[in-house]
Structure formats: C-alpha cells, structure tokens
C-alpha cells in the first residue's frame, strides 16, 4: 500500500495547523542605548522630558521609525538623521495618544539643495523642506543639512524638521491651511484664525520677533510659529503668551 499520499496529507495538515496556531510574536522594538545617546545629546526637547515622558517619546519614535521610511539621495542617511527625523516627528505628536502620520511613507534626505522642478516646493524654503502632494503625495523631503541645523544650539526657534511635520498634521484634515481640524474644538477655529491673522499683522507692522516666512499664509503661520514653540517655549511665553495657550491647546502639551 502506498502510504506517500497520506504522509503528503499529514505534512499539509500538520503546516496548516502550525501557522493557523502559532503564536503571534509581539515584537517589542526598544531603542538601542547608541539611539537614546544621540537623543540626549542632540534633541533638547527629549533631554528636558521628565522619565514617564521620555519613554512615551521613545515608543512613539520606535514606531514611527518601524513604519516609515528614510532614503537619502546623494547623502548617506546616518544613525543620527534617522533620529532626528524621527524627532522631528515625535515632538509635534507626543501629547496625542494614538495618532499617526497616515499620509507618509517615506521620508528623502537630500544633501542640501534639492531639485527647484519640483511643482510643490515651498517659496524660500524649497531648499529645506517639503511635504510632497499629488504624484509626490505620502513623501516628505528634507535637505540633510537644514535637518541637522534645526537640532543644533544656533538654531534659535528655527528647526525644518518640525516645520514639515506640522504641514503634515495640518494637511491629514484634507486642507493645508493653518486650521488643524482633528486637534482643535470646533468652536475654536474662528479665534485661531483671528489670532494668526493679528499676529500676521504685527508682524507686517515689524512688531514682532516671529519669523516674517510665517506672513507667508495661515499654513506657514501654523509651521513657523509651531517651531518657535518647540524650540523657545519660554521666550514664546513671554512674547506671545496668547499665542503660547493656543499651540499648547492644539498640540495638548504644556512645555
Ligand atoms: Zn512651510
């Protein structure tokens, strides 16, 4: 008697109940102690972040890194680049709970300047940053070195990185327009859009230290002055303390 089918059948079944019963691994990605280094010593944010918060960081980071990715053209993505793109977008989101950037697949590093053909670029900043739409959409580019510069200590309320993943929060409701839906009261738009435009004046007025890119429009206002809050939370207490409460309301961070 020839056995031979059986033992085929055997074989099958005993597969299909291996893969049907195994167990899913849960892997727990951690960072390395190189990763948290780099983060110490180059993201200020994370290194002033008390010990419950910087694990929050960390998780987040480690999951955006595991579902995004980052390709350098002409430059070498370093160990560094990778966490401070990844800084970049953690910072903006750390006071959100479950939030992902749904709108991007991967992040390019270009050494410095990048093609001025693209349809997208943005006005003075083409050379620094850009969240790509259309055939681009789901695409971030960065140039390496405004990336680096935006985590450095002469880097005043400046930092690219930032910059771009706040056009991408402000985009996920369909419009880039300074008027992030999904993390503002419905009843608070009007005063939001009231007191970019002030401050859009006063700007116009020279009577303000807040980048004169952000009078660009209300989607570089949101961008421009959602670094400085990042960056020089104090100063921007002190300044523009109204302001101050309203990106701490939209981001659901104190800092
Ligand atoms: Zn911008």
Redesign the pocket.
């Known amino acids: 008697m020839n056995l031979y089918p059986y033992f085929i059948l055997l074989v099958f079944f005993a597969l299909a109940l291996y893969f049907i019963f195994r167990k899913k691994k849960v892997v727990v990605a951690k960072l390395s102690n190189t990763d948290k280094d780099l983060l110490l010593n180059h993201v200020e944010f994370y290194a002033e972040l008390n010990a419950e918060k910087k694990s929050i960081f960390e998780e987040k980071l480690v999951h955006f890194l595991g579902r995004t990715k980052i390709e350098g053209i002409g430059v070498e993505v370093s160990p560094l680049d990778r966490i401070l793109v990844g800084a970049s977008a953690v910072i903006p989101i750390l006071g959100f709970k479950d939030w992902e950037y749904r709108n991007l697949g991967t992040v390019v590093l270009y050494p410095d300047t990048f093609n001025k053909d693209f349809q997208f670029a943005?006005?003075d900043?083409n050379i620094m940053?850009?969240?790509g739409d259309g055939y681009m959409n789901g695409q971030m580019i960065l140039s390496q070195s405004a990336l680096r510069h935006g985590f450095s200590k002469s880097a005043g309320s400046e930092n690219t990185g930032i910059?771009?993943f706040?056009?991408l929060l402000d985009k996920s409701d369909g419009a880039t327009d300074g008027v992030p839906q999904y993390f503002m009261k419905h009843d608070y738009t009007i005063p939001w859009v009231k007191m970019m435009h002030k401050e859009i004046q006063k700007i116009e007025d020279n009577k303000s230290d807040i980048n004169p890119?952000a009078m660009?429009n209300e989607?570089?206002f949101f961008?421009?002055t959602s670094e400085y809050f990042f960056e020089n939370p104090e100063r921007m207490k002190d300044k523009h303390p109204a302001l101050y409460d309203s990106l701490s309301k939209i981001f659901g961070q104190q800092l």
């Open positions: 943005e006005g900043r940053g850009m969240v910059h771009e706040v056009h890119y660009t989607a570089e961008a421009v």
